[in-house]
Every structure is written in C-alpha cells, then in structure tokens.
C-alpha cells in the first residue's frame, strides 16, 4: 500500500506544480503586453524621467507593501498588473532617448535577447527538473553587492565622476545575475518550492525587466563605438 499511496501523492504534487506553472506563464505573458502598451503609451506622450521615476517608486511601494497582503487572494492579480504597468510606463523615457538617438534597433536587439535568454534558461530547467535553490544565497549577496556598486556610481556621477566602462561592466554583472534569478525561480516552480503564482509571475517578471535593461544599456553603449 505504501508505494501506491507515495505514487499517488507525488502524481498529486505533479499535477500542481503544472498548474502552478501554466498560471504562472499565463499571468507572466499577459503583464509583459501589458508593460508593453503602457511603455507605447509612456514614449507617445513623451513622458519625462521624473514622472518616469515616480512610475518606479510607486511601483515598488506596491510590491513592497500591498502585495504581501494580496498575493494569496484575486486582488494580488490587479497589484501586479498594476505594479507591471507602472514599470513598463517608467521604460518609456529610456526608450524614447533611443529612439530619439536613432538607435531603435538598440531596443529590438535587447528585447530579442532577452526573449531568447529567457527561453532557453527556462527550457533548460523545465526539462531537466534540475533543482538550482543552492544559487539562493549565491544570488542575494550578489544583489547586494550590485545595489552596493550602483549607488557608489550614482553617487560618483552628483559629484561629476562618471564612468562609462564601469557602468557597462556592471549592467554585464546585472545581465549575470538575473539570468541567474531566472534559472533559481524557475526552478523553485518546478520543484514545488513556489506555491504561489501571483509571486512567482512578480519574481520572473523583475528578472525580465532587469535583464532587458541592463542588455539595452550594453547594446547601446556598443553601438555608440
């Protein structure tokens, strides 16, 4: 009896890992088109960097405070498309520089990229199942030393020091990084250590954002050699 009754629990576990796993890429597709029609709205109005800014705030105050207390009800599906939305319009003025540059193709070369990273990383844990939770604290140490250096520079550039190479240099780490979030995540679906869709869309998706705009900042820097 005891193999029938593991056989049945682990089909079990299967079952919803799956439907973890479907919601979650439904969710994730939706809020990046939704991303994409609030940056097209953003860049058509010409929004400026501090509205854009104030996008990004806003955004954060909602994952940060609203979303723990909603992700466990259908109310958390609004604060993500919200939260989404609020990020996608923040890309807006970024995508208006390159494009008011002339260098639109900047963008279609980060967002193809990013598309393929992100489909191979996901097809490699999807099919091998492999368990890559052994990267968590690997990931968050590097985070913060990339929050670290990011401040420090933004610091250097009030003072009238800039750094062109290492702020590509560290948009490379950021790339790194978040593919790595990407691989971790994914993996935690997979393996059952993310119950939650609406969390699991929001990690993916702040892997995404992250990893397109640290591509763009590579891709355009190159094409201004």
């Known amino acids: 009896m005891q193999p029938q009754v593991y056989t049945q629990t682990r089909a079990v576990d299967r079952s919803e890992t799956a439907k973890v796993l479907r919601n ?62 609020l990020l ?27 598309a393929l990273i992100f489909f191979a990383l996901s097809a490699y ?40 190479l290492a702020s590509v240099a560290l948009s490379g780490v950021i790339a790194l990084l978040f593919s790595g979030f990407i691989l971790y995540d994914t993996s935690r679906i997979v393996n059952g250590g993310e119950t939650n869709y609406i969390m699991a869309t929001t990690s993916l998706y702040i892997s995404i954002l992250n990893l397109f705009t640290s591509l763009l900042h590579i891709f355009g820097f190159a094409s201004d050699d």
Not at 104 to 112: E, N, S, Y
């Open 88 to 114: 996608g319009a923040s890309l807006g003025p970024i995508l208006n520089y390159y494009v008011s540059a002339g260098a639109g193709q900047v963008i279609t070369q980060a967002l193809g990229t990013t």
């Open 125 to 164: 844990v999807l099919t091998t199942r492999k368990d890559f939770s052994f990267m968590g604290g690997f990931l968050f140490v590097g985070l913060i030393a990339v929050l670290v250096c990011a401040l420090g520079m933004m610091i250097a550039s009030f003072f009238g020091v800039h750094m062109p």
């Open 24 to 85: 979650t890429y439904a969710l994730l597709a939706m809020t990046v088109l939704f991303s994409a029609f609030t940056a097209g709205i953003a860049m058509a109005v010409g929004m400026s960097r501090g509205v854009g800014i104030i996008c990004s705030l806003a955004a954060l105050g909602l994952i940060w405070f609203v979303l723990p207390r909603t992700a466990n009800s259908g109310k958390g599906i609004g604060v993500v498309f919200a939260f989404t939305g």
